[in-house]
């Protein structure tokens, strides 16, 4: 009877809970977001309610600012990168194939490529009908994807007001809901304390080390790329903050071929600037600053961390950037826990 009410019991909540993932799934990554402006904003919001004393009207008001500090950069990057990108594909259309005729000439003069082709045959590749229908079709569809995403209003203003929302009450009533977190694990009290300082500890590293720098670094990569004259500076200065969060390779992803193309072209200064500048300044906001804001709190390995920010992306989207990473950490936090249970000191009740 037990083993019969048991196996009924779980198969209920079993149904009930994929109901229940049903119905919350449209909202996750609304509440993703929430879950990382409530941590990013939280020192301000604490700051707050201490000159206002009322946790609502401190989330209120925090909230407000996030809108302030969110809105207006926000519209300007979508609108600004969705120029960028028709801009680059209707030149790509218009004048690409004798420009990149010119390019790829250049290129093959070289002795670099000469001694590279003798060893690989990269020659038969390197042909500009090929690569320029490669470059259209890859801009059509980011601009394709990109004005979907734009007009569909409706559902973005939507997301935004559902994160703004639970950001509130993140914000509000964040202890209770930490609270309640931590009395539904199966863990001691000692456990839990571990579990919930290897989360937060990875939490800043992830979203205040990485998104900070992020940011910075593709303020200065657009900066860049614009006092050089090169088109699209803010679409450029968005894929270097996007490739912060890629270990190993990082930002160099994208000013390191700009900067080798550039010398290839035979415009040295401009190339070497360009190369000395993203590592003299823009990789040394990653070496300095990182390890200012982390410290060692992150305890992954950069391979693991590598492969969670680009299984995060996959699964989740941008959001997955950070998601990716913490997710992963918790697993291992749990598992480190499942593993060491042994060696947990025994409780009271086994003692007595």
Do not use: C
Not at 196 to 219: P, R
């Amino acid at each position: 009877m037990n083993r019969f009410y048991s196996v009924m019991l779980l198969a209920i909540l079993s149904v009930l809970g994929y109901l229940t993932y049903q119905i919350m799934n449209p909202f996750f990554t609304a509440v993703a977001w929430a879950v990382v402006f409530s941590i990013v904003f939280y020192p301000v919001f604490v700051y707050i309610s201490k000159k206002v004393r009322v946790r609502a009207i401190a989330a209120f008001i925090t909230i407000l600012l996030i809108l302030v500090i969110i809105i207006g950069p926000f519209v300007f990057l979508t609108l600004t990168l969705a120029d960028e990108l028709q801009s680059v594909v209707t030149k790509a259309g218009e004048g690409g194939a004798g420009s990149l005729h010119e390019a790829i000439a250049k290129i093959k003069s070289t002795k670099a490529y000469q001694q590279i082709n003798a060893y690989t045959g990269i020659n038969e590749y390197m042909d500009e009908t090929v690569l320029l229908d490669n470059i259209k079709g890859a801009g059509k569809w980011l601009v394709q994807d990109f004005s979907g995403r734009i007009s569909d209003a409706v559902s973005i203003i939507f997301n935004f007001v559902t994160m703004l929302f639970t950001a509130f009450f993140l914000l509000k009533d964040g202890p209770k809901f930490l609270s309640k977190a931590k009395g539904y694990m199966p863990f001691n009290e000692g456990q839990k304390e571990r579990l919930a300082g290897q989360i937060k500890d990875m939490i800043v590293s992830t979203v205040y080390g990485g998104v900070v720098v992020a940011i910075i670094q593709g303020i200065l990569g657009g900066f860049a790329y614009y006092y050089l004259g090169i088109e699209a500076p803010v679409m450029w200065g968005f894929a270097m903050a996007t490739m912060s969060f890629v270990p190993l390779v990082g930002t160099f992803a994208i000013w390191g071929p700009t900067s080798v193309y550039m010398l290839i072209q035979g415009d040295y200064l401009h190339g070497i600037g360009l190369f000395l500048f993203g590592v003299l300044v823009i990789s040394m906001v990653d070496n300095i600053l990182k390890p200012l804001i982390i410290g060692a709190r992150t305890r992954m390995h950069t391979l693991v961390i590598l492969f969670s920010v680009l299984g995060g992306i996959k699964l989740f989207g941008m959001i997955g950037l950070i998601m990716g990473p913490l997710i992963t950490a918790v697993f291992v936090s749990v598992f480190e826990i499942f593993r060491h249970v042994e060696d947990e000191p025994v409780g009271r009740s086994e003692q007595g």
